[in-house]
C-alpha cells in the first residue's frame, strides 16, 4: 500500500541540500531588489499594486479552471485599494469575497495567521455559493474537513475516464485540526526566524498547507494566499509587484507533477523547493519585463511626439511596444500588419513606409511577401 508524505515520522521537520538553493535565493533577493527600485521610475507606478493583485487572483482561478468576472474584481480590488476608476463595473459576491482576501493577506501581513481567519477566508472564497446549488452544498464552508479517512485529491474529469490521484490527505477531525495547529505555530513563529530564508519559508508553507488539505474544497487558492502572505511579511512593498500565481498557471503541469512527486514518503523536499523558486523566478522576470517595456513605451512617445501617427499605426506600435506576449517574435510583416489593423494590404504598405520614413520602424533583411519590420528601439535584438 503507497504511503504518503504526511505519514512519515517528522516529515515536518524539513532538510534540503543548501547548495542546491543557495545561488538562486541570492540572484533572486537580488531580483527583488531590481524590481522594488525600477517600479519606482514606472510611469504608471501607481497602477501597478492594483494590476498585480488581479492578475494573481485571476491566474489563482484559472489553475482551477475557474473563469471570473475580470471588470467585476478589478473594481473590488480598487475601491479597497483607495483607486479611483473612471467606469467601475457592478461588483459580485463572489469578486467582493476574493478582494477581501487578498487584501486582507497582503495589507494585514503583520496579524498571526490564526484558524479563524483561515475560516473567514473560506468563507470569503464561497460566500457566492448558490444555495440551489446541490454540489455546492456538499461543501463545508467555512470548516475544516471532518471526514475520518484520507481526503483524495483528484484532478481531471470527475465524470471521464481522465481522472487522476495526485495524492492522499490526511484524515479530517480532531486529528487535522492537531496537524493545523501544529503548522499555524510554525507559520507565526518562522517568521521571525532569522536562520530560514524567508523565500524558502513561503514554498514550505506552500508545501505543508497544500498536503494537509484541510477544506472540502478551495485549498489550492488558499494555499495560495498563504504564500502571498509569508512573500507579504518578507517585503511588503515587492509582493505587489509581481504575481507568482501567473507563473505557476503557466507551468501547472509541472506544478501537479512536482506535488505529487514529492507526496511520496520518500521524497526529497529539495525538488519542491528548486521548482517553486524557479517559478517565483519567472514571475520576477515577467514583471521586469512589464517594467521595461513601461519605461520603454514613454520614453518612445516622448521621441516621437511631433509626429501624428493615424489610428491604425497607433494601434500596431502599441501592440509592438507591449512586446510583453511575444506577439511579434520576428518582426511584424505586411500581412500581421493588414490583421492587426484592420486595413487594406496597399494601406498597409503605404503606413509601414510611413513609419521608416518617419525612423519609427527597421527593416530587417529579406524581401518580397517576407519582410518584416521592427520598431528602431528594438533593432538590436534583432541584429
Known amino acids: 500500500m503507497k504511503k504518503w508524505v504526511w505519514q512519515k515520522d517528522n516529515w515536518t521537520q524539513f532538510k534540503w541540500d543548501e547548495t542546491r538553493v543557495t545561488a538562486k535565493l541570492r540572484l533572486i533577493h537580488k531580483k527583488i531588489g531590481q524590481l522594488v527600485g525600477e517600479s519606482k521610475a514606472s510611469p504608471d507606478a501607481d497602477a501597478l499594486p492594483l494590476d498585480t493583485l488581479l492578475t494573481n487572483l485571476v491566474a489563482s482561478s484559472l489553475i482551477e479552471d475557474e473563469k471570473l468576472n475580470v471588470r467585476s474584481l478589478k473594481s473590488s480590488l480598487a475601491r479597497r485599494l483607495g483607486v479611483t476608476e473612471e467606469n467601475p463595473a457592478p461588483v459580485q459576491d463572489k469578486t467582493e469575497g476574493l478582494a477581501n482576501i487578498m487584501i486582507d493577506a497582503v495589507s494585514n501581513h503583520h496579524a498571526p495567521l490564526t484558524m479563524q481567519r483561515l475560516l473567514q477566508w473560506h468563507t470569503w472564497l464561497f460566500q457566492s455559493v448558490d444555495r440551489f446549488d446541490y454540489a455546492a452544498q456538499k461543501i ?44 499555524l505555530a510554525w507559520f507565526n513563529h518562522s517568521k521571525d526566524d532569522e536562520m530560514l530564508d524567508p523565500l524558502l519559508r513561503a514554498a514550505l508553507a506552500h508545501f505543508w498547507f497544500i498536503t494537509l488539505h484541510p477544506f472540502e474544497d478551495g485549498n489550492g487558492r488558499i494555499t495560495r494566499v498563504i504564500t502571498d502572505l509569508a512573500l507579504a511579511q518578507m517585503d511588503h512593498q515587492s509582493i505587489r509587484l509581481y504575481a507568482m500565481s501567473v507563473a505557476i498557471h503557466e507551468n501547472r503541469d509541472s506544478y501537479y507533477d512536482i506535488l505529487e512527486k514529492c507526496q511520496n514518503n520518500t521524497y526529497a523536499i529539495d525538488e519542491w523547493l528548486v521548482w517553486f523558486l524557479n517559478t517565483l523566478e519567472k514571475s520576477i522576470d515577467r514583471s521586469l519585463l512589464r517594467l521595461d517595456r513601461t519605461v520603454t513605451k514613454a520614453k518612445f512617445w516622448s521621441s516621437y511626439s511631433h509626429i501624428e501617427f493615424n ?40 503606413h509601414l513606409a510611413e513609419l521608416l520614413k518617419f525612423d519609427v520602424l527597421h527593416k530587417l533583411e529579406g524581401g518580397g511577401r517576407n519582410t518584416r519590420y521592427v520598431l528602431k528601439i528594438d533593432k538590436e535584438k534583432f541584429a
Do not use: C, W
Open 140 to 183: 463545508a464552508v467555512g470548516e475544516i474537513r471532518d471526514n475520518k479517512a484520507p481526503m483524495q485529491v483528484v484532478g481531471g474529469s470527475t465524470y471521464g475516464t481522465t481522472v487522476k490521484v495526485y495524492f492522499e490527505a490526511p484524515e479530517g477531525g480532531e486529528h487535522l485540526k492537531g496537524l493545523m495547529d501544529e503548522f
Open 311 to 350: 489610428e491604425a499605426q497607433n494601434k500596431v506600435l502599441n501592440r509592438l511596444l507591449n512586446g510583453e506576449n511575444n506577439d511579434f517574435p520576428q518582426g511584424i510583416s505586411a500581412a500581421k500588419y493588414q490583421k492587426v489593423a484592420g486595413v487594406s494590404k496597399a494601406t498597409a504598405t503605404r
